[in-house]
C-alpha cells in the first residue's frame, strides 16, 4: 500500500450481501461501438469491476440473456438508442451521463448513456466509483453535468523538472525520455483525472520558459497529448510574453507590433500541427519579474488579445492571470488586481478568462474572496486554487482544503443582489458567459504517492469534484474519498472525516487565526516569520500585514486605513466594514483592532488570539489521538506515514504557536493566559530558526 493508486484501487469488496447483488446485475458489460475513449472506457470497466467483484468480465457487443450493465451513446449504439433515453441526454450536454436502472425486453439492465464518449468516460468513472463506495446500483436514477466547462490542473513544472512549489519530488513529466518513452505515470494520471472530471492541464511553470514552444519540445508535448486525448484531457501550455525575442529573435514583444504577432501566429499554427486539438496559453505577465505588455506601454487587454486572435480560429483559449502586484500600490497589495483589471472589464477577446486567484493577496490559509469576483460582469473569470499547500504546511501537513474552497465559492459578492456568489460568477451563470473554468494548482509530484502526503491525495480529488459541481459538500467529497482510498468501516469512516473537516481551520489557528495573513518565514513560506521586515519590498514582508503596534494588531483595509474595503459591493462593505459585524476569521484582515478589545468569546483580542494559537495545537493533538485509534484498520505503512506526518506537524504547530505569540506579545505587553501551555523557548531562539533546508528556497 504505498499510495500510488490513489482512489482508484479496485481491491475486492468484502461485503457478501452487496458482490452478491452486484453480481447478479452485472452478468454481461456490453459496450458497442469503437473509438480510443471507448477502449479506455473498456479497459476501465474490465480494470474496476475485475478487481471489485474479484470475478472476470468479458466485454460483449451484443446484450447478454441476463441482467447486463449497458454503456454508449446513441450514435454508437443501438442498444442505447432503442432505450428512448433522447429528452433526458438532451439536459445533460456535451460531458455530463446518465446512469439508470432501465428494463429492456424484459430484463432489468443498468445503463451509462452520454451524447459523446466523453461523457461514457465520466459515466463509467461514477459507476465504479458506486461499486466502490458500495452503494445500492437496483434502482439507479442519476443524471450529472458538470457546472464548470474548463476543470484544468495547473502544474507550476519547470523544464529541468523541478517543481516551483511542489513538494511530492520532481515533475512526473520526463522532458528527456519523452517523446520516445511514455511512463505509464502519464497514463494513470489521465484515468485519475478523468474520474474525477478534470479536461485539461496546463504542463508548465506560470513562470514560463520559452523554450517549451521550440519543435524539440513540441514533440514532447504531442506525445503526452496523444496519451490524454482518450480520456478528454486537453493540454495547454504557458506562453513566455518574451518569446518573440528569445526564440524569434526580434527586437520586441509588443503586442500591437505587426512582426510580433505574425510571429505568434505562425508559432500557434506550428502547435496545431502537432497539436490538433491543442487547448491554448495560461499567462503570467507583468508580475514578479515576468515579461508582458506594459513593457511596451501596451494593458493586459493588449497582450491577451493579441494571443486569442491567433489562436481563435484553432479553438484555442487564452487564461491570463490577474496575479499582479508591484511597487507601484505603495499602501496595499490587496488593491492592485482589481485596479488594473476592472477598468478593462469588456475588453478582453470572446475566448479569454481572466484567471483570478480565490483572494487578493496570494494563497494564504484563509482569505475573504477576491474583489475582482463580481466585479467584472462582461469577462469570464477563472477560479484559481492552490491544490499544493504552499502556505499551509507543504507536503507535510494534513489539511483538507475542500471546506477552504467551499469558503471561496459560497461567498456571496452581491454584485447582482443578495445570492450572486462566486460560484455562480466562476460557473459563468451569473453573467451568461459561454464560457467558465477552475484551475487549481497541481500538489503532483513523482513521489510514488504522487502528492507526498497521503491525505493530499484528498486536495486533488476534491478540486476535481468541486469543479465538476461546486454544490458537492466537503463532508460528502470526503467521505467518497476515504472509502475509495482507506476504509469503509462505518466507524474508521466517522474519524477520518472528523479529522479532515477540522483539519484546515487548525492550520489557519496555529499558522495565522482571525484573518492574520503572510506571517511565514522569509522565501521558504513554511515556518513563522512574523518579525519578517526590511526588504526590498515592503509587501515581501509580515509586518506590512500586520502592522501590530503598541494599540492593537491587524491591517486597516476601512476608510481610515487603504480602503481596500471600497472594492467589494456596498452590502460586503457594510458587514466587513464594521468590527462588531466583521466575521472573526478576518477581523485583523479589514481593521487594526485593540489588544483589549472585547472579541465574541468575550475574551479581550490578546487572550483570544492566544486561545486560537492554542486551539490549532490541540486540534492537531486531537488529530494524532484519532489516527493512533485507527491502527490496525488502516494498512501498516499508510497508518505509519500518516502517522509521522501528524507528529511533524504538531512540532509545527508549536513552533507557529510560540514564535508569533512571543512576538506579538513584544507589542501586546500582556501575559500568555495561566491555564495554556507555556511558548517553549524565547523569540530570540525562533528568530534564528532558519530552516534552509525547506523546499521552495
Ligand atoms: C506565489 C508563489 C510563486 C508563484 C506565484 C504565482 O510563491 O512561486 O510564482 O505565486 O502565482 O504564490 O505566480
Given at each position: 500500500e504505498d499510495g500510488y493508486r490513489l482512489w482508484q484501487r479496485y481491491d475486492q469488496l468484502q461485503n457478501k450481501d452487496l458482490l452478491k447483488q452486484y453480481r447478479q446485475s452485472l452478468n454481461g458489460v456490453v459496450v458497442q461501438g469503437s473509438s480510443p475513449t471507448l477502449t479506455v472506457v473498456k479497459e476501465e470497466l474490465e480494470m474496476g469491476m475485475e478487481g471489485l467483484l474479484g470475478s472476470s468480465i468479458t466485454i460483449a457487443n451484443q446484450l447478454p440473456k441476463k441482467a447486463s450493465l449497458v454503456v454508449g451513446t446513441p450514435a454508437s449504439s443501438p442498444i442505447i438508442k432503442e432505450l428512448g433515453l433522447e429528452q433526458k441526454l438532451k439536459e445533460v450536454g456535451q460531458e455530463g451521463y446518465l446512469l439508470l436502472s432501465q428494463k429492456h425486453k424484459g430484463k432489468n439492465h443498468t445503463v451509462i448513456a452520454a451524447n459523446s464518449d466523453k461523457g461514457v468516460l465520466y459515466g463509467t468513472f461514477h459507476f465504479l466509483r458506486l461499486l466502490q463506495t458500495q452503494q445500492n446500483i437496483q434502482a439507479l436514477n442519476i443524471s450529472s453535468s458538470p457546472k464548470t466547462k474548463l476543470r484544468i490542473l495547473n502544474h507550476w513544472d519547470n523544464l529541468d523538472r523541478t517543481v516551483e512549489r511542489g513538494y511530492a519530488g520532481f515533475s512526473i513529466w520526463d522532458w528527456h525520455k519523452l517523446p520516445d518513452y511514455i511512463d505509464q505515470r502519464y497514463i494513470d494520471y489521465a484515468r485519475a483525472n478523468a474520474s474525477i472530471g478534470i479536461n485539461g492541464t496546463v504542463l508548465t511553470n506560470v513562470n514560463a520558459n520559452s523554450l517549451v514552444l521550440t519543435p524539440e519540445y513540441l514533440q514532447k508535448v504531442k506525445a503526452l497529448a496523444d496519451v490524454f486525448r482518450p480520456y478528454g484531457i486537453k493540454v495547454y501550455l504557458t506562453a513566455r510574453f518574451s518569446s518573440p525575442i528569445e526564440l524569434?529573435?526580434?527586437?520586441?514583444?509588443?503586442?500591437?507590433d505587426p512582426a510580433v504577432k505574425a510571429w505568434w501566429k505562425n508559432k500557434v499554427n506550428e502547435i496545431y500541427t502537432y497539436i490538433p486539438d491543442f487547448g491554448g496559453f495560461t499567462v503570467k505577465a507583468n508580475s514578479e519579474g515576468q515579461p508582458g505588455p506594459q513593457n511596451y506601454n501596451r494593458s493586459h487587454a493588449d497582450g491577451a488579445n493579441m494571443l486569442a486572435e491567433v489562436l481563435a480560429p484553432k479553438g484555442g483559449i487564452v487564461m491570463w492571470r490577474a496575479f499582479v502586484y508591484d511597487n507601484n500600490v505603495p499602501d496595499d497589495r490587496h488593491k492592485q488586481a482589481y485596479t488594473e483589471f476592472k477598468p478593462l472589464d469588456g475588453t478582453f477577446q470572446g475566448n479569454v478568462m481572466v484567471q483570478v486567484k480565490n483572494g487578493a493577496i496570494d494563497f494564504q490559509p484563509r482569505e475573504p474572496f477576491h474583489p475582482l469576483f463580481g466585479a467584472m460582469p462582461k469577462t469570464p473569470l477563472m477560479m484559481e486554487f492552490q491544490i499544493t499547500q504552499e502556505y499551509l504546511g507543504q507536503g507535510t501537513h494534513l489539511a483538507y482544503l475542500a471546506p477552504m474552497f467551499k469558503e471561496t465559492l459560497t461567498a456571496d459578492t452581491y454584485a447582482k443582489g443578495k445570492g450572486s456568489t462566486v460560484a455562480k460568477v466562476v460557473d459563468g451563470s451569473l453573467d451568461n458567459h459561454a464560457i467558465s473554468g477552475m484551475a487549481g494548482v497541481a500538489n503532483i509530484g513523482n513521489d510514488i504517492n504522487w502528492t507526498s502526503h497521503p491525505f493530499g491525495q484528498a486536495n486533488w480529488y476534491a478540486f476535481g469534484r468541486l469543479a465538476w459541481d461546486h454544490e458537492l459538500t466537503s463532508e460528502g467529497i470526503a467521505d467518497e474519498w476515504i472509502k475509495m482510498t482507506f476504509s469503509s468501516a462505518p466507524s474508521s469512516q466517522a474519524a477520518i472525516r472528523t479529522m479532515m473537516m477540522g483539519s484546515r481551520e487548525a492550520v489557519v489557528n496555529y499558522m495565522t487565526p482571525m484573518g492574520l495573513h503572510h506571517l511565514m518565514g522569509w522565501s521558504h513560506h513554511y515556518g513563522p516569520g512574523p518579525w519578517i521586515k526590511d526588504k526590498p519590498r515592503a509587501d515581501w514582508t509580515s509586518v506590512y500585514y500586520h502592522r501590530a503596534d503598541e494599540k492593537g494588531l491587524g491591517f486597516d483595509r476601512t476608510k481610515t486605513g487603504s480602503n481596500a474595503l471600497s472594492q467589494y459591493a456596498p452590502e460586503v462593505q457594510a458587514q466587513w466594514g464594521n468590527p462588531t459585524t466583521c466575521p472573526e476569521e478576518v477581523l485583523l484582515w479589514f481593521h487594526h483592532v485593540a489588544w483589549d478589545a472585547k472579541t465574541k468569546s468575550g475574551r479581550t483580542l490578546w487572550d483570544e488570539l492566544c486561545y486560537r494559537y492554542s486551539g490549532g495545537v490541540d486540534s492537531v493533538r486531537a488529530m494524532q489521538k484519532t489516527w493512533n485509534s485507527l491502527e490496525g484498520q488502516i494498512d501498516k505503512e499508510r497508518h505509519q506515514q500518516v502517522k509521522q506526518y501528524l507528529a511533524i506537524q504538531e512540532k509545527d504547530a508549536r513552533w507557529w504557536r510560540d514564535a508569533c505569540l512571543l512576538y506579538f506579545q513584544t507589542f501586546s505587553k500582556r501575559p500568555i493566559p495561566q491555564e495554556l501551555e507555556k511558548p517553549q523557548g524565547t523569540l530570540e531562539q525562533f528568530m534564528k530558526i532558519e530552516p534552509k533546508f525547506a523546499p521552495g528556497i
Open positions: 524569434g529573435k526580434l527586437k520586441t514583444a509588443d503586442p500591437l
